[in-house]
Structure formats: C-alpha cells, structure tokens
C-alpha cells in the first residue's frame, strides 16, 4: 500500500467511524498545508476542553491510551491517558491556555503522524472575565494517526519545558 493510499484509507476509516461514510468517498490526500490546519483545530478543542468547559469526554477523545507526559520540571509525569484526564479534571476551571501567535508548526513523521510545535501561556482567568498570564512554555506533541480519534488523531507523546512564570 502507498502512504497516499494508507492515508486515504485512515481517512476513510474516520470518517466512516464518524458515521460520515459519504465523506470517505469523497476522501483527498492529505497535504502538510491540511494536516497542520486540522492538528491546530484538535489543539484548540483539547486545551478549551481541559482548561475552560471541563469536557473530559473530549480531552479523553484525543488522547492515546498508553499516553506520555514529559515535564521539565517533573520528568515523567504521566503513562496513560487516565491518569493525565484524572489531575486535568481536578484542576478544570479558572485558567485558560493561550497559544503565542505564530509559534506553531506542524511536521510530518512519516505514515505515523505528525509533530507538533509551540509556544503557549496559562492565563488566570478573573472574576471579570479578563485574564492574566502566569505562566508560558514550550510544547510538543506527537500526533499518531488514529481511526478512533477525532479526524483519525490522537496525542501519543507530550514533552513540555522551558516553563517560567510571567510577572
């Protein structure tokens, strides 16, 4: 099989578990240009989802099971998804994440997926409704196709450094 085969083919296979089997019909290759239009849109549904509406469904939804978090300031912090969705869950509400405008690219790896990455700020969100950053940092993530996930994706890796707060 062809990557451009393997491709259409998880393409197809998400959009029939999706239930959207005439979308798999009409399946085109993907593009570095689509791939990372689409890994940007899952980012920002999955830090609304952890930060502000507390939709663990979703966070859960685009998360590989056997999930790895490394922190630089924690080293391994988590080995499954569970685990992560556990400590997002408890701290859900009152803080947003920002991505710095700009600062994300996307690169394929091979049939795999693709990595992603970027600069982000945590916000403290205010009585107000107004926020301020506290904090910024550096992230990457592995993307891995996956027909389960949302559009065939999913966070298999997540290395998170160079935190510090802002004043």
């Known amino acids: 099989m062809t990557r451009t085969q393997k491709i259409l083919s998880t393409a197809a296979l998400a959009a029939a578990?999706?239930?959207?089997?005439a979308q798999a019909v009409d399946?085109?290759?993907e593009t570095q240009e689509s791939v990372a239009a689409?890994?940007?849109q899952l980012d920002a549904k999955l830090f609304k989802a952890a930060f502000e509406t507390c939709e663990?469904?979703?966070v859960s939804g685009l998360l590989a099971?056997?999930?790895e978090f490394y922190h630089d300031r924690d080293g391994l912090s988590y080995t499954t998804a569970d685990a992560f969705i556990a400590d997002v869950k408890r701290d859900c509400g009152g803080g947003k994440r920002v991505l710095v405008e700009d600062s994300l690219t996307t690169h394929m790896i091979g049939d795999f997926g693709a990595m992603q990455h970027g600069r982000h700020e945590f916000h403290q969100v205010m009585p107000d409704g107004?926020?301020?950053a506290r904090e910024k940092g550096v992230f990457m993530h592995m993307w891995k196709r996956d027909a389960a996930g949302p559009a065939g994706w999913k966070i298999s890796r997540v290395i998170s450094y160079d935190h510090e707060g802002i004043e």
């Open 65 to 67: 099971d056997d999930l």
């Open 38 to 40: 689409n890994l940007k």
């Open 130 to 132: 107004s926020s301020i």
């Open 56 to 58: 663990m469904d979703v």
């Open 27 to 29: 399946a085109v290759p």
């Open 17 to 21: 578990s999706s239930g959207t089997a």
